[in-house]
């Protein structure tokens, strides 16, 4: 069976403008007909009036109606003659001149004259004018009726000889309506092809951008799109060529720390959403970008951004984002568990060195020198950890201080724990809070370790590392034997993707700093360079 598909948008649209149009074409048509009738009706009382007034005043019927009174019906042979001559001139249908008791003197229809006048006369008798439709002999019709007055006395009122009608049926107005419509009607006509033709140049423009599709397949389609948009594991943010965002989808708004407490970012301008530095500036440039990292107070973000393109014309761009925090932070423990391995493979290594130095003195018969070499290696050793365990109480932060420092002497460089340095256990009580203190501790050790690992072998090669509670913060200073990173390269140190080693693995790298930095953004402390000396400060009260 085959599926007829349903009329496209565009065409819906067409049919209902048509539709529309019609209706409200024909109802103001209707509305001006009714108009131009009432408006017809008033024209023809004020003309008939006119007449009315200007035959009342004529001498003829004045003089015809005073010898009536003299002479009863001498009227109609003077006054009928007058009344069918000034009828056929004005076009009007009919005039009436009447005696005050309503007896006709004229009439269009000669078998009506001496018959009662049919409408009211009171008005008319009491010297006022005045105009109403009444259906009298000749139908419906809009009349005049007009006071006739004869001459009157000293110091008397003029008496009303005589009174006039004049009228015109509802019939000849109807015929005279209906003969001026051609006019109207093509002007109606054409202001109908013209909506028309405007409405299917809209329509088509519009089934141009719909691509012809119907509304039940754009319904389908906005369903789709909100579903995939909204389940996405990704983040999603769309922006407008004019730079302002067109879509976020609940994952984005997630990872940008827009979900709760924040405006809708939806229609907004880029430029002004409160995000990451790094991340607007990437959302005004509009450039491409694969992969990058950029840091948030609380994230590590994948974030790939490339321009949507289409018939030649630039459509915005389209950036996603990925969340790498626990990935980050699993990578942190996986380096750490690799160094520490690496520094008891070390280790293992250099005491195998040891024994066999010891069992060759025994056996070469020195075993009082290998008695006193053994114990000399097993007090630098044990001195070094004593150093680390008695200072430092928290585990976590001692096995990572004792894994970098082996690592460390295998690149001939010595780490040590400053004399007063202190931490006690159960400070980091959250695990949070334990990540946090191995991220900042752990990467500011690495870059001091690699700071004076290129030095020649004459330089001193020495990182010293300070820890303790200092008032309301906890005080962690790294500095090392180095050069010291300049002033006006301090503020860029912490930016992503900074570093200062060049060679073919240097890739990825140049993270450590931006880390730190956004550890303690985060933790609300501060981090102060000197040189050398890197110097961080945490808020003990969100340690705990």
């Known amino acids: ?30 509305l001006d007909a009714v108009l131009d009738v009432r408006s017809d009706q008033r024209a023809a009382g004020e003309r008939v009036l006119g007449i009315a007034e200007a035959i009342a005043l004529s001498s003829v019927v004045v003089d015809a109606a005073e ?10 042979a003077a006054l009928q003659p007058f009344a069918e001559a000034v009828r056929a001139e004005t076009g009007i249908s009919f ?27 009171e008005q008319a008798l009491a010297g006022e004018p005045y105009v109403e439709t009444y259906t009298g002999t ?15 006395a000293a110091g008397d009122p003029r008496p009303v000889v005589a009174l006039v009608a004049v009228g015109v049926t509802t019939a ?29 140049l809209v329509s088509r423009r519009l089934r141009r951008q719909t691509h012809g599709m119907g509304s039940e397949e754009m319904e389908r389609m906005y369903s789709s799109h909100e579903a995939v948009l909204h389940s996405v594991r990704e983040g999603l943010v769309v922006v407008d060529p004019d730079g302002r965002v067109g879509v976020a989808n609940d994952e984005g708004r997630r990872l940008l720390g827009l979900a709760e407490g924040a405006a809708d970012p939806v229609g907004r301008p880029a430029a002004d959403l409160p995000v990451a530095p790094s991340l607007r500036d990437l959302l005004v440039e509009g450039r491409p970008a694969t992969d990058e990292t950029h840091l948030t107070d609380e994230r590590v973000l994948v974030v790939s951004q490339s321009r949507v393109e289409w018939a030649g014309r630039r459509h915005g761009t389209v950036m996603t984002l990925r969340d790498r925090t626990e990935l980050e932070a699993l990578t942190g423990e996986l ?19 040891r024994l066999h130095t010891v069992v060759v003195l025994v056996e070469t018969g020195h075993p009082e020198r290998a008695v006193e070499y053994a114990v000399e290696q097993l007090e630098l050793s044990q001195r070094l950890t004593d150093r680390v365990v008695e200072s430092i109480d928290e585990p976590v932060v001692a096995a990572l201080l004792l894994g970098k420092t082996a ?47 290129t030095l020649d ?24 034997s180095g050069p010291g990173l300049p002033d006006d390269l301090v503020d860029a140190a912490f930016t992503r993707g900074w570093t200062t080693k060049v060679s073919a693995t240097s890739a990825g790298r140049g993270l450590g700093l931006s880390l730190v930095d956004q550890v303690v953004r985060r933790r609300r402390g501060t981090v102060d360079v000197d040189g050398s000396t890197f110097e961080v400060r945490l808020p003990l009260e969100g340690l705990r």
Do not use: C
């Open 407 to 453: 690592q460390a002497a295998e690149r001939a460089v010595t780490v040590r724990v400053e004399p007063h340095s202190y931490l006690p256990a159960g400070l980091a009580s959250s695990p949070a809070a334990g990540r946090d203190l191995v991220t900042v501790l752990g990467n500011l050790v690495d870059n001091a370790v690699d700071a004076v690992a």
């Open 95 to 121: 005039i009436t001149i009447m005696a005050p008791d309503g007896t006709r003197w004229t009439h269009p229809r000669p078998e009506e004259i001496g018959r009662t006048y049919l409408g009211s006369r």
């Open 457 to 480: 072998d004459d330089d001193e090669r020495e990182v010293l590392v300070g820890l303790r509670p200092d008032g309301k913060d906890l005080l962690l200073r790294v500095s090392d």
């Open 172 to 200: 000849q107005l109807d015929q005279e309506f209906v003969r001026s419509l051609p006019v109207p009607l093509a002007a109606l006509g054409a202001l109908m092809l013209v909506a028309l033709a405007g409405s299917a």
């Open 67 to 76: 010898r009536d009174a003299t002479a009863p019906g001498t009227a109609t």
């Open 335 to 353: 380096d750490s568990t690799r160094a520490l391995s690496e520094a008891l493979r070390s280790q293992a290594h250099e005491a195998a060195n």
């Open 138 to 152: 000749l139908g419906p019709s809009v009349r005049a009726v007009v006071p006739v007055f004869g001459a009157a």
């Open 1 to 30: 069976m085959t599926r007829v598909r349903a009329m496209s948008l565009a065409r819906q649209l067409l049919a209902l403008q048509a539709a529309l149009l019609v209706v409200l074409l024909v109802g103001v048509a209707v």
